[in-house]
């Protein structure tokens, strides 16, 4: 899940569907059930957002979407159609390889023999970030089949095409003609990724804030949640982060974008540099 943070992508919603009240109450109502935060400055593209749900249920104002939210018993529904407009999955394959280079070397040298080597995006968007882990490891010599690849995300439209496997050129920005035509087979407009890899990768949604949602029979060796913590306050980082501290094995690792920091949560991970990347491994509580 990767947020817009540029608020010049939108333009200004018609401030009288919004008055104070109800933007707050919805502002609210999202960062409760997503951790999603909108700051006041980019207010517009909030409202730019909900609008577009508040017209496609063709509802007078944000009041009565609000009520559509809270009692509708649609409402459900509501909220992850509400999910997918709330972010902007901007990913493609190989980003920041590096650090799925590192983690792949860190659970191949410290795997349990016999035992398939467990993954998880969390926050895995439309799966670019899965099916480059899976296609660096193929290129290393590992079958796919030794390990268990599973994503999570909150938006179904971004599942929608994980699950398919079909990506358009944007995917491919950083995926150099030899990768391109190892990994993946031509398909109408696009490219389908080949079968060897991508049946090995599951898909299925949940909501990062809501640890119910996040039950699965076995703990993982490698979180992959990259891009995601930086656009939850502190609070909201230490819950996600415990969350995934209790999903990980007693040795495990939690591997976070470039650009974030789980120092401010010292008790929960240390930091090792592996290859000049930072993993995080799982701390005994």
Known sequence: MILDRNPLRATPSDSAHFDFDTYVLLREFIRERTGI????????????RISTRIQALNLPDAAAYYRYLTFHAARDDEFLQLASVLTNNETYFFREATSLEAALGWVREHRTDGEPMRILSA????????????MLGRERGVDTSEFELQGVDLDVRMLETAQAGIYRNKSFRNTSAERIVRHFLPEGEGRRVRPAIHRYLSFRWAN???????RFPHKFDVIFC???LIYFDQDTT????ATLHGMLKDDGILVTGVSESLSAIP?????????GVVLYRKLPL
């Open 37 to 48: 935060i909108y700051s006041a400055h980019r207010r517009a593209v909030f409202e730019n």
């Open 238 to 241: 230490e819950q996600v982060a």
């Open 123 to 134: 926050g895995s968007s439309s799966g670019e970030e899965l099916c480059t882990f899976a």
């Open 226 to 228: 990259r891009n995601v």
């Open 267 to 275: 008790f929960l991970f240390d930091p090792e540099r592996v290859d």
């Open 208 to 214: 990062l804030v809501d640890a119910s949602t996040l």
